[in-house]
């Protein structure tokens, strides 16, 4: 979980140095180069305007005469093409809690993700209260190879009349090699 050298809103900062550093430390534990990048639109934002970017795309070697304009999303992929940087996703969900929305990804982090999204993680199930009561039982009864999951029981009662659905899980997610993952903070 490194942290950039210096924060990318700076349009004098070189992400491209930072993210190419983290990409060799990757290399050398072994890890597989990363396939793509999940970032905020604010942090991916940032490269459009960035001295580095816009010097690497209009191939200036000195800073005066590099055009001072934005750099189209399409013109930052190009640069990281050119310097064989994985494509940017953004990804700026909100979820609600407790009233308030907050971000599923801090806004400020840069992370790296290793190719083959199935071999990162998994989500594994445990055995709930429910589960074993209904592995014990005949009537209704689940075989105990099938109590670690979602659990869904529904009932009902005659007066008052009353109807309803109950689920029980328990589960946990788990990170299969987290070390092949960069989670920067870049502003």
């Keep these: 979980m490194p942290t950039a050298a210096k924060p990318w809103s700076d349009p004098t900062s070189d992400p491209i140095a930072d993210e190419l550093r983290w990409i060799e430390y990757l290399r050398s534990i072994g890890a597989p ?3 793509r990048v999940l970032t905020s639109y604010k942090a991916c934002a940032t490269l459009a305007a960035n001295n580095a970017y816009r010097a690497a795309y209009y191939s200036s070697v000195n800073g005066s ?13 190009v640069v990281r093409a050119r310097y064989n ?20 990804i801090p806004e400020d982090r840069w992370i790296l993700l290793p190719p083959n999204p199935e071999s990162w993680a998994e989500t594994q199930y445990g055995i709930t209260a429910e589960s074993l009561v ?5 009537n209704p009864a689940i075989t105990r190879a099938d109590a670690p999951g979602i659990v869904i029981t529904a ?3 005659d007066d008052p009349v009353q109807v309803w ?4 899980a328990v589960a946990m997610p788990v990170m299969y090699v987290p070390d092949i993952h960069i989670t920067a903070k870049v502003l």
């Design 33 to 35: 180069l990363p396939a």
């Design 165 to 168: 659905t109950k689920g029980a």
């Design 134 to 138: 209904l592995s014990s039982g005949t």
């Design 65 to 77: 005469t590099t055009p001072t304009a934005v750099l189209a999303p399409n013109e930052v992929e």
């Design 85 to 104: 940087l994985p494509p940017i996703t953004a990804y700026d969900v909100q979820i609600s809690v407790d009233d308030a929305y907050q971000r599923v």
């Design 155 to 157: 009932d009902y009662q």
